[in-house]
């Protein structure tokens, strides 16, 4: 008993002697081999001490470079491996704002959608395609699909922005213009199918590959 009581006591006496002391820590939290490094050096680069123009700037960088993988569908995995919401929120948002619907002074209105119907149509979309592909035993992650059928909407975008143009210049009851939109937007729908079934492809089965394409289709 009484050595139990000693040794109880002096460990008691050690763990006392130390509570005054600071904890010196040291060392790096940094880990080796990760992308970012500006001067690549092989260590994480820490973007909250960068400018916010440089910021920027890597930023535009990286989605113009995700829309011309989808002008130029070959390498098909930038957009999976590194997705944001950027180029969804562009598109869409351009979209909304030239389709949407205007009401006349009798209340009636043009018959254009509403500025958040596009951003519904857009998201409640991508998560068909996710669900349809991780039932068919595919691997995708819900905001992966957004990015991917986001920027796809870009040759949509395009044949919007040339319809518009097209009735500006033009009457809207013209045949020869009706044509021309109807061309322009049969193209832009069959590259904006063509490019998100290249990017999504291979993330189902190949036996169900054509099962989780038809939504998009």
């Not at 975008?157 to 143009?165: D, K, S």
């Not at 109807?182 to 990017?199: D, E, K, N, P, R």
């Not at 291979?202 to 998009?216: I, R, T």
Request: hydrophobic fraction near 45%; aromatic fraction near 10%; charge should be negative.
């Amino acid at each position: 008993m009484a050595d139990g009581s000693m040794s109880g006591g002096d460990r008691l006496t050690l763990y006392d002697s130390n509570q005054g002391e600071e904890p010196v820590l040291a060392g790096s939290i940094s880990v080796p081999g990760t992308i970012g490094d500006p001067n690549n050096s092989g260590l994480e680069f820490n973007t909250l001490d960068e400018p916010i123009s440089q910021t920027i700037k890597r930023d535009l960088s990286a989605v113009g470079s995700k829309f011309f993988h989808v002008l130029y569908p070959v390498e098909k995995k930038s957009l999976l491996r590194e997705w944001d919401l950027w180029g969804p929120l562009i598109l869409c948002t351009f979209m909304a704002i030239v389709l949407q619907g205007h009401e006349s002074t009798d209340g009636s209105g043009d018959g254009g959608p509403q500025f958040a119907e596009v951003f519904v149509i857009v998201w409640v979309g991508s998560l068909i395609v996710t669900l349809n592909t991780k039932m068919l035993g595919g691997n995708i992650s819900f905001f992966q699909s957004v990015c991917v059928l986001g920027y796809c909407l870009l040759p949509l975008a395009m044949a919007l922005l040339a319809c518009r143009i097209l009735l500006f210049f033009s009457s809207p009851t013209s045949i020869f213009v009706l044509i021309l939109r109807g061309i322009s937007v049969l193209l832009g729908f069959g590259w904006s199918t063509y490019a998100s079934v290249q990017f999504l492809g291979d993330c189902s089965p190949a036996n169900k590959k054509m099962m989780s394409m038809y939504p998009m289709l």
